[in-house]
């Protein structure tokens, strides 16, 4: 009898082993309740010398810019000293001529990893990227950008990835017949003007329609790792730099009838971390003036580079967009409704 028992026991061990290691490997159900940090007071406001308006933040090099949807002329892009917060001067050019930007809210900025003293600039409106010199741009008021890529309608780029001189990986819309397409990463070359799918898949992300393929794309060439964070569903997927998938990390809501909720959105990726905006409720809100707008995330989710869950940062109210300062440990933050539209977290205490 006892020796029965031992072997029951045994094998329910060996069971529940198994399937924790399955768990772990590749699908992963973290408690996102748990490690949740009220971070509200400890923001520390932003006074900038220049009036901003509505707009992102991107950290590039020993800066960070601030891409102002309503800039006039020359000064959609305004650049600060991310050490110290100085202004140090402007950039992009508003028009129709070439280099020029129509509407800088439809203007996607994008670190180069490769080149930190450059970044690129997607245009919505005219479906060209650009590239951007720092130095050159704040040196000389004529500077224009080099243009990168023409897209078509149909191949409209989210972000963006310089693998070299000639490849690129990217969102992108990607045709699935003469009237649907799906958001996918995709590979392109620019001197064979070829674009080609890239990459792993969720194939419970293709069963639930053309809608739910909608993602964020954040890529570290140094680490070797990319994550796409799923916009409509509560899935974020961490994969190598070949494409191969690290695992699928699902959220609370995966799989629950959520409808008309967002879930993820920017992400980005340190030496050690991955950050990803999470909004987690409906996304159609009801403004202080009683006018319907998108909402916009109030946490940021934060994991290791095998896609572990470590913990949730929640400022308590609504932000634009983020930059992870790593070289002084912080996060920099566009908020949504404040005077002072920036300010920033230190992170000493918070991650180590």
């Known amino acids: 009898m006892k020796k029965r028992i031992f ?11 198994c399937g924790k290691t399955k768990t772990s490997q590749t699908e992963k159900y973290p408690d996102f309740t748990k490690n949740i940090i009220d971070v509200s007071e400890k923001i520390i406001p932003i006074k900038t010398e220049v009036l901003l308006g509505s707009g992102d933040i991107t950290n590039i090099g020993s800066c960070f810019l601030f891409n102002d949807w309503y800039g006039d002329e020359d000064k959609g892009f305004v650049f600060f000293d991310k050490k110290n917060f100085h202004h140090i001067g402007y950039g992009g050019k508003k028009g129709q001529g070439p280099g020029e930007h129509i509407k800088f809210k439809n203007v996607r900025i994008i670190p180069n990893e490769q080149e930190p003293n450059s970044f690129f600039a997607f245009d919505y409106s005219l479906l060209c990227l650009y590239k951007y010199r720092i130095d050159s741009l704040l040196k000389d008021k004529n500077y224009l950008p080099n243009k990168v890529l023409q897209r078509k309608i149909s191949e409209v780029l989210g972000n963006v990835v310089q693998l070299n001189d000639s490849i690129f990986l990217g969102m992108s819309l ?28 969720n194939p419970k992300i293709q069963k639930l329609g053309k809608a739910n393929t909608h993602s964020n794309f954040a890529m570290s060439l140094k680490n070797g790792i990319y994550v796409q964070a799923f916009h409509y569903q509560d899935l974020i997927t961490f994969c190598n730099r070949e494409g191969n998938l690290i695992c699928n990390v699902y959220g609370q809501y995966w799989k629950k009838d959520k409808k008309n909720f967002d879930f993820y959105g920017e992400c980005q990726i340190s030496s050690k971390y991955v950050f990803a905006e999470y909004i987690g409720r409906l996304g159609l809100v009801i403004d202080k003036h009683k006018r319907p707008r998108g909402a916009f995330p109030k946490k940021i989710q934060i994991f290791d580079l095998e896609g572990n869950y470590i913990k949730t940062l929640d400022f308590k109210e609504e932000f ?11 996060i920099i933050v566009s908020f949504l409704d404040r005077d002072e539209p920036l300010g920033y977290l230190d992170l000493n205490g918070i991650l180590e």
Do not use: M, P, W
């Not at 072997?7 to 082993?17: D, E, K, P, V």
């Not at 967009?321 to 002084?328: H, P, W």
């Open 7 to 17: 072997y029951l026991i045994l094998i329910l061990f060996l069971f529940l082993s």
């Open 174 to 201: 990607y045709a699935t017949s003469h009237s649907s397409f799906v958001q996918r990463i995709v590979k392109f070359n620019t001197k064979k003007e070829k674009t080609e799918l890239f990459g792993y898949q």
């Open 320 to 330: 634009r967009s983020f930059c992870v300062d790593e070289d002084n440990n912080r």
